[in-house]
């Protein structure tokens, strides 16, 4: 069971990212997948999390409208599409799964970093 994060990198205010999320040994759509970040000095949150399952999606609020999750069943891959970019979105970003979006989350992939400065 493996979970890899990519796509992250610098961008400029109001620039955008996706953020990619493939799973390997297990079909990722069977499982909550939630993006969490952590800035420096400052506790993990969750971003955004999706369960096909359930048919939920959640997002952080200062990223509602912004940010857009969706699965991509024939790559199993679980995609974040961060647009509107700001300085305080610059954090290490992880995916990981859990059985639903309420619950603890058991595997977690690498982050990927994601700084966001003019």
């Known amino acids: 069971v493996q979970l890899q994060a990519s796509g992250g990198g610098l961008v400029q205010p109001g620039g955008s990212l996706r953020l990619s999320c493939a799973a390997s040994?297990?079909?990722?759509?069977?499982?909550?997948v939630g993006w969490f970040r952590q800035a420096p000095g400052k506790e993990r949150e969750m971003v955004s999390c999706?369960?096909?399952?359930?048919?939920?999606?959640y997002y952080e609020g200062s990223v509602k409208g912004r940010f857009a999750i969706s699965t991509d069943n024939v790559k199993n891959t679980v995609l974040l599409q961060m647009n509107s970019l700001k300085p305080e979105d610059t954090a290490d970003y992880y995916c990981?799964?859990?059985?639903?979006?309420?619950?603890?989350?058991?595997?977690w992939g690498q982050g990927t970093q994601v700084t966001v400065s003019s």
């Open positions: 999706i369960s096909s399952r359930h048919g939920v999606t």
């Open positions: 040994g297990f079909t990722l759509n069977e499982y909550a």
């Open positions: 990981a799964t859990g059985v639903s979006c309420g619950s603890s989350f058991d595997y």
